[in-house]
């Protein structure tokens, strides 16, 4: 970050105490990492869950715990990419119910992928910080500080209007829902349940999930 001549002339010392700040600002660390496949019911906050519509017609759900969601509005937000991973995990989740349940195969009879967003205003920076802030180019101040949606704002840049725009904080959840008919027997249609279960845990058994910051 660059601070304007005027300012570093009248207070010198500013950049040595923005950085200060800064680094004093850093010292939390990161939330862990959340493993993806658990059940909704043993937190409350993020998983899949099940519920039976008839013996062999369920609705299986997977609920994603809160996510940085720093990208285009126009593009979910930047959580297009968590939708196709949300979906497998409850696809996971409907191969295992098969299982359990003793059916060898299972149908896909509706799914929704959706995606919902929080906005939370960040908190304002401190004057002293404001003022130097305010004297640079470019666009708006991104200070990061172990958070990916930047402290002081969100800044994203929109080519339609060529201009830098300020967001405030955003973070989402990716629901998936199924619902799933169990099959005695396999059709042309169907999912095999081993073999569904079988390729998404080699995929996803060690999958996790970096949650959002809080403010």
């Not at 004093?24 to 099940?50: H, I, K, R």
């Not at 200070?143 to 209007?161: Q, T």
């Not at 904080?169 to 629901?175: F, W």
Request: glycine content about 6%.
């Amino acid at each position: 970050m660059r601070l304007s001549s005027s300012i570093a002339r009248r207070w010198p010392l500013l950049p040595c105490a923005v950085l200060a700040f800064a680094a004093g600002g850093c010292t939390s660390p990161p939330p862990p990492a959340l493993p993806a496949m658990v059940a909704q019911s043993a937190n409350g906050d993020f998983g899949y869950s099940e519920t039976a519509l008839a013996p062999d017609l369920y609705t299986v759900s997977y609920v994603s715990p809160s996510l940085a969601a720093p990208g285009d509005p126009e593009q979910d937000y930047g959580l297009q990419g968590q939708k196709q991973r949300v979906y497998d995990l409850a696809l996971w989740r409907a191969a295992q119910l098969a299982i359990e349940k003793g059916y060898p195969a299972f149908q896909v009879q509706q799914e929704s992928r959706d995606v919902k967003v929080d906005l939370v205003k960040p908190p304002a920076p401190p004057p002293y910080v404001s003022a130097a802030l305010r004297s640079t180019s470019g666009p708006p101040c991104r200070w990061d500080c172990g958070r990916p949606l930047g402290y002081w704002g969100d800044p994203y840049f929109n080519p339609v209007y060529d201009q830098w725009y300020t967001r405030s904080h955003s973070s989402g959840r990716v629901v998936a829902n199924l619902t799933v008919k169990m099959l005695a027997a396999p059709t042309d249609d169907a999912l095999d349940a081993a073999g569904t279960a079988e390729r998404l845990r080699a995929a996803y058994a060690s999958a996790t999930f970096s949650v959002a910051p809080t403010y």
